[in-house]
């Protein structure tokens, strides 16, 4: 994985020079997490791909479901699901359409959509045996609205189609150890794993949160921790700044020069539920209020290149210039093989002699040059592949830059209190 910043004249590198020094002291705490077996402090997250027991737990548990898994129907909300959904549709549910694969599917319940659940009935109608189900409910508190609600209506079809016995076999279960979501599943016999207490749902993609479902739909989840455990490795280098620190002091430097929209580019279109990761991943860190009242924040946008330019590019050049870009490739994955014929009815000069990998490079390199032209403030990360491997290592730099982002904006990276202004007001509602 490669990063390359890009200066313009309201955001120069000697700019961010101070902010890296601020963050120096930090790098140290964030090294010490990483020896932090027993979780007491939340950067401790930096810890969860190294926890070979947790991993030695989880692959021994879910290895009865390895075979004869078809469908994995996966129930959380926010960080307790979006980084699973990454993860399948970078590396398959993108092609799935056009693959005759036998590797098992994901359905993912986030809100609660009538329309998907009616659909699972039909599902079960069409399984021959409870075994090619698994269920997999993910809540850290338990209590989950969205979560609970659609888990007790897809438990009740799995009961009414298999009977209660087997979909409690079918069942998995992450939450925190004592949440009161455990403590029914424990009694119903329910596999379970637990979430470290101190790490948060958004947080969570190295712990059970996201290796059960990866394990199960057949992924690298090895490899998955090998990149993660390289870039929080780096990420944590008290001897030079890491690419995480140099991220979130050019980004707090733009934040500083006016800039409010953060806007993940991505162009690969298997990585668009990636750009959604981490949209929850900085809007749910950032945007808060400091101690002294005052609110800061950027608002996470996700692009797909070159499909996003033809609407809003006129925005981007010509509009307000308030954001702050970071182009997400893997050329690697551009290139097909395919050459433009010079016989097709659909034909441009410049496609002749070329492969489709060069549009699309070509297209790539215009709009960095066309935004280093109208000094708009961007920086690039190129992956080395659209793998296990590299996902993990990009997930876990992100996650260390939006740690080194909270300290510079002085927020808690860790606590989202303002969601619980609209959960009060459902509750309320169903309540009364």
């Given at each position: 994985m490669q990063i390359q910043t890009h200066s313009t004249p309201s955001i120069s590198e000697g700019m961010v020079i101070s902010h890296l020094r601020m963050l120096a002291p930090y790098t140290e705490k964030l090294q010490k997490a990483l020896e932090d077996n027993d979780y007491t402090l939340p950067e401790a997250l930096l810890r969860t791909p190294f926890d070979t027991e947790v991993l030695e737990t989880i692959c021994k548990n879910t290895e009865r479901f390895s075979e004869k898994t078809k469908t994995v129907l996966l129930v959380g909300i926010g960080g307790s699901y979006m980084g699973t959904c990454a993860l399948y549709d970078a590396l398959r549910g993108h092609m799935e359409h056009f693959q005759g694969t036998?590797?098992?599917?994901?359905?993912?319940?986030?809100?609660?959509?009538?329309?998907?659940?009616?659909?699972?009935?039909?599902?079960?109608?069409?399984?021959?045996?409870?075994?090619?189900?698994?269920?997999?409910?993910?809540?850290?508190?338990?209590?989950?609205?969205?979560?609970?609600?659609?888990?007790?209506?897809?438990?009740?079809?799995?009961?009414?189609?298999?009977?209660?016995?087997?979909?409690?076999?079918?069942?998995?279960?992450?939450s925190d150890a004592n949440s009161p979501l455990t403590k029914r599943a424990v009694e119903q016999g329910m596999l379970t794993f637990p979430i470290p207490a101190r790490v948060g749902g958004r947080y969570s993609i190295f712990t059970a949160v996201g290796l059960v479902p990866l394990r199960i739909l057949g992924f690298d989840i090895h490899a998955f921790l090998k990149?993660?455990?390289?870039?929080?490795?780096?990420?944590?280098?008290?001897?030079?700044?890491?690419?995480?620190?140099?991220?979130?002091?050019?980004?707090?430097?733009?934040?500083?020069?006016?800039?409010?929209?953060?806007?993940?580019?991505?162009?690969?279109?298997?990585?668009?539920?990636?750009?959604?990761?981490?949209?929850?991943?900085?809007?749910?860190?950032?945007?808060?209020?400091?101690?002294?009242?005052?609110?800061?924040?950027?608002?996470?946008?996700?692009?797909?290149?070159?499909?996003?330019?033809?609407?809003?590019?006129?925005?981007?050049?010509?509009?307000?210039?308030?954001?702050?870009?970071?182009?997400?490739?893997?050329?690697?994955?551009?290139?097909?093989?395919h050459r433009f014929s010079s016989d097709s009815p659909f034909v441009l000069p410049v496609f002749e002699g070329k492969e489709d990998g060069k549009v699309t490079r070509a297209m790539y390199e215009?709009?960095?040059?066309?935004?280093?032209?109208?000094?708009?403030?961007?920086?690039?990360?190129?992956?080395?592949?659209?793998?296990?491997?590299?996902?993990?290592?990009?997930?876990?730099?992100?996650?260390?830059?939006?740690?080194?982002?909270?300290?510079?904006?002085?927020?808690?990276?860790?606590?989202?209190?303002?969601?619980?202004?609209?959960?009060?007001?459902?509750?309320?509602?169903?309540?009364?």
């Open positions: 036998p590797a098992p599917k994901l359905v993912a319940f986030a809100t609660v959509d009538p329309h998907v659940l009616n659909s699972i009935t039909e599902l079960l109608a069409k399984c021959s045996s409870a075994e090619e189900i698994v269920l997999i409910v993910i809540s850290k508190s338990g209590t989950t609205t969205e979560s609970l609600a659609n888990a007790n209506i897809l438990f009740s079809q799995f009961a009414e189609r298999f009977g209660n016995e087997s979909a409690n076999r079918q069942t998995i279960v992450i990149g993660a455990q390289e870039a929080f490795t780096a990420s944590t280098n008290t001897k030079k700044a890491s690419g995480a620190a140099v991220l979130a002091s050019f980004l707090f430097e733009a934040y500083l020069q006016g800039a409010r929209v953060h806007e993940l580019f991505m162009w690969n279109p298997e990585l668009e539920t990636l750009g959604k990761w981490y949209s929850q991943l900085l809007a749910e860190s950032i945007g808060k209020e400091r101690d002294d009242g005052t609110a800061v924040g950027f608002t996470p946008t996700v692009a797909l290149g070159s499909t996003d330019l033809h609407s809003i590019g006129q925005l981007i050049f010509g509009g307000r210039n308030d954001r702050y870009t970071t182009f997400v490739s893997a050329p690697t994955a551009w290139e097909s093989g215009g709009v960095r040059n066309a935004y280093a032209t109208h000094d708009l403030p961007f920086v690039s990360i190129e992956l080395a592949s659209v793998s296990e491997r590299e996902l993990g290592a990009f997930m876990a730099l992100q996650m260390t830059t939006i740690l080194f982002l909270a300290q510079l904006f002085d927020v808690n990276a860790f606590d989202q209190p303002s969601v619980e202004k609209y959960k009060n007001e459902v509750r309320r509602l169903l309540t009364s």
